[in-house]
Antibody
Framework: QVQLQESGPGLVKPSETLSLTCTVSGGSISSYYWSWIRQPAGKGLEWIGRIYTSGSTNYNPSLKSRVTMSVDTSKNQFSLKLSSVTAADTAVYYC?????????WGQGTTVTVSS | DIQLTQSPSFLSASVGDRVTITCRASQGISSYLAWYQQKPGKAPKLLIYAASTLQSGVPSRFSGSGSGTEFTLTISSLQPEDFATYYCQQLNSYSFTFGPGTKVDIK
């Protein structure tokens, strides 16, 4: 079955750009929407944005100015870049497949913003 | 943006209890609502989509209802493995939103 795995640096300095990749295995990345979600420790879920395999994107308005998502169908991967990070961006970051709901999730990766 | 509220935010219940969680949207979202269960240290798990459709593999004690602005998640007989936090999510607009969550704890 389809599995997702997030990867990227666990520590990012303030003002720098957070970069994460989600690798899709066990199925094709094509013809689906894919999302990024984050969760600060002890808090709720925040939807970051979604990307279709054509490259079409929608972002959370509160993060839109700092977020860029991209997709690489040849590698079965999609990516997140979040610029100008602060401590408030410290969270567990999840990737997920979007259908009528988010039916497949990665295990999550913790990103800490600190100097 | 469409905002979601959940009530209660915290619920204390016993094994065997019937539990109902409510999710309200700030504007109509038809049936574009999903429910998730999250346990500590784990990714959320999809329980219900399209407001009332049970995700494959999810026990039938979970059910969802509602449309428009008011939705409910019901657990007909709470089991030990059901103690967790539950989130609703709207997928109606181009900007998805999660509710703040309802933590279900052991009484």
């Amino acid at each position: 079955q389809v599995q997702l795995q997030e990867s990227g640096p666990g520590l990012v300095k303030p003002s720098e750009t957070l970069s994460l990749t989600c690798t899709v295995s066990g199925g094709s990345i094509s013809s689906y929407y894919w999302s990024w979600i984050r969760q600060p420790a002890g808090k709720g879920l925040e939807w970051i944005g979604r990307i279709y395999t054509s490259g079409s994107t929608n972002y959370n308005p509160s993060l839109k100015s700092r977020v860029t998502m991209s997709v690489d169908t040849s590698k079965n991967q999609f990516s997140l870049k979040l610029s100008s990070v602060t401590a408030a961006d410290t969270a567990v970051y999840y990737c997920a497949r979007v259908m009528w709901g988010m039916d497949v999730w990665g295990q999550g990766t913790t990103v800490t913003v600190s100097s | 943006d469409i905002q979601l509220t959940q009530s209660p935010s915290f619920l204390s219940a016993s094994v065997g209890d019937r539990v109902t969680i409510t999710c309200r949207a700030s504007q109509g979202i038809s049936s574009y609502l999903a429910w998730y269960q999250q346990k500590p240290g784990k990714a959320p798990k999809l329980l219900i989509y399209a407001a009332s459709t049970l995700q494959s593999g999810v026990p039938s004690r979970f059910s969802g209802s509602g449309s428009g602005t008011e939705f409910t998640l019901t657990i007909s007989s709470l089991q030990p493995e059901d103690f967790a936090t539950y989130y609703c999510q709207q997928l109606n607009s181009y900007s998805f939103t999660f509710g703040p969550g309802t933590k279900v704890d052991i009484k």
